[in-house]
């Protein structure tokens, strides 16, 4: 009997594994002027094909010595931080809610130029769809934009709790 329950207990166990859907992934980024040079960034994104509705990206940095800002290709490859998307002065955690290639920098003077900044390449391996560029600067709305953002947050009780901020469609 013994021997039974024990391959039983495998045997489901083995099947709930295998039966188990794709999990959440989070990559976590140190965001920092890349002490590894420019190319820090683009080696890191090239290894990494993100998926959308699956991935999240969280933006590790101390408040007030980097900021995080979303871009188009142009003010990406210019490092033109004057025009941005979205901003923000807080470390966050992205996930991406449509297939495209997202553009990142920071826009402390100098930051983009020395190579923080990061173009992350998101899939839809579910749908054959193909990518969307990421929103331009002269159409953008922040009701349209393809963004998920996650955060971790610590309550009176010192308990965290996800909080969550879509925009641009339900996820």
């Not at 329950?5 to 980024?29: F, G, P, Q, S």
Request: proline share 5%.
């Amino acid at each position: 009997m013994g021997k039974a329950m024990n391959v039983l207990v495998a045997v489901i166990a083995l099947a709930a594994m295998l039966h188990r859907t794709k999990a959440d992934r989070e990559y976590e980024l140190v965001w920092a002027i890349p002490s590894g040079g420019a190319g820090t960034y683009a080696a890191w994104s090239a290894e990494h094909t993100l998926e959308i509705n699956v991935d999240s990206i969280t933006f590790e940095f101390s408040s007030g010595e980097q900021d995080l800002a979303s871009v188009t290709k142009e003010d990406f490859d210019s490092c033109t931080t004057t025009n941005p998307i979205w901003e923000t002065t807080d470390p966050v955690n992205v996930g991406i809610v449509q297939p495209g290639t997202f553009y990142f920098i920071c826009t402390f003077a100098g930051h983009c130029a020395k190579g923080q900044k990061v173009a992350t390449n998101w899939t839809n391996s579910s749908a054959a769809a193909a990518p969307a560029p990421c929103p331009s600067s002269t159409a953008t709305t922040y009701s349209a934009l393809p963004l998920k953002f996650l955060s971790n947050r610590v309550n009176k009780h010192g308990n965290k709790k996800k909080v969550s901020l879509t925009l641009g469609g339900a996820i």
